[in-house]
């Protein structure tokens, strides 16, 4: 969930999701180069990438670092590469939680900025943004909503009682979300991560 203005809104009720899935439409892709601030539609690139494809070694990675932060949210960056065909997530990026709430997160800046230029160092760069919803559905929250940019996937997973509930993704697209497909070789198969010992 995102800093601020969440708190009344009934995060189970489905009317409340602020999402558009099952109704995505094209988009111009854009990200936002961090060292100008301004943002930038990617080359060769016409619509919202709709596919997310996410190793289950990398899945298991975003469900211990979210178990271990509970019952507060944790949050990271997707760095990898985009096209045409969808979005691949190469690595993750740790990233601290500046919000002292447990129900909110804000991503520090430094280190978005590190993980971006390391992501440059390796022609890869970041695609998207994680983060945990302790005890909540993983749909994107009010702030959530308020906070997200064109171009980024935006991962949610809801963690219950310290376990996994469920993982989906989204992506902005006019003034709602729309639901990405998750893709895998071991998430296919129906790999599900084993519950944390940390």
């Not at 596919?51 to 899945?59: G, K, T």
């Not at 975003?62 to 960056?77: I, K, M, Q, S, W």
């Not at 800046?109 to 390796?122: G, K, Q, V, W």
């Amino acid at each position: 969930m995102g800093s601020a203005g969440a708190s009344s809104v009934n995060q189970s009720d489905p009317t409340n999701d602020f999402s558009t899935a099952g109704r995505c439409s094209p988009a111009v892709f854009f990200s936002l180069d961090v060292m100008t601030s301004e943002p930038l539609a990617l080359t060769g690139i016409e619509s919202a990438p709709t596919r997310l494809r996410l190793s289950a070694q990398l899945r298991q990675q975003v469900f211990d670092t979210a178990a271990r932060a509970y019952p507060a949210e944790a949050c990271g960056l997707l760095v990898g590469r985009a096209s045409r065909e969808g979005v691949e997530v190469v690595r993750l990026a740790p990233a601290r939680n500046r919000e002292e709430r447990p129900d909110r997160y804000d991503l520090d800046p430094e280190d978005f900025l590190a993980a971006d230029l390391a992501a440059r160092a390796d022609s890869l760069e970041i695609v998207g943004i994680w983060h945990s919803h302790p005890d909540h559905p993983a749909v994107p929250s009010p702030t959530d909503l308020d906070r997200a940019w064109h171009g980024f996937s935006y991962l949610i997973l809801a963690i219950n009682r310290g376990e996994e509930a469920e993982l989906r993704s989204w992506r902005l697209v006019d003034e709602g979300f729309c639901e990405e497909l998750l893709e895998g070789e071991e998430l296919l198969e129906g790999a599900k991560p084993r519950k944390s010992s940390l």
